[in-house]
Nanobody, 116 residues
Framework: VQLQASGGGLVQPGGSLRLSCAAS????????MGWYRQAPGKQRELVAT???????NYADFVKGRFTISRDNAKNTVYLQMHSLEPEDTAIYYC???????????WGQGTQVTVSS
């Protein structure tokens, strides 16, 4: 499975961004797609995940600001981010794994910078 993320960039505090990640290859029908992020000097952390049945899970720091969604027909997952804060600055990675956790696929990452 290959993942291609896009949509990062520079945004002012309080602004919005939408990330996209398209999957290709041998994609298992029952899978979980998600977004993780890694800030400089910190470990990678979960942002949000969504199953192929659209069940979602969010990190506490999302606080209702982010929404994860997916288009199964396009094998694409989205992360709509609002009310961005400087603390949200990080490289955002998309991830796909089957329900069985038999493997883990990662995208190349997309930089999100929140700064005035």
């Amino acid at each position: 499975v290959q993942l291609q993320a896009s949509g990062g960039g520079l945004v002012q505090p309080g602004g919005s961004l939408r990330l996209s990640c398209a999957a290709s290859g041998s994609i298992p029908v029952f899978n979980i797609m998600g977004w993780y992020r890694q800030a400089p000097g910190k470990q990678r952390e979960l942002v949000a995940t969504i199953t192929s049945g659209s069940r979602t899970n969010y990190a506490d720091f999302v606080k209702g600001r982010f929404t994860i969604s997916r288009d199964n027909a396009k094998n694409t997952v989205y992360l709509q981010m609002h009310s961005l804060e400087p603390e949200d600055t990080a490289i955002y990675y998309c991830n796909l794994r089957p329900y069985t956790n038999a493997f883990d696929s990662w995208g190349q990452g997309t930089q999100v910078t929140v700064s005035s």
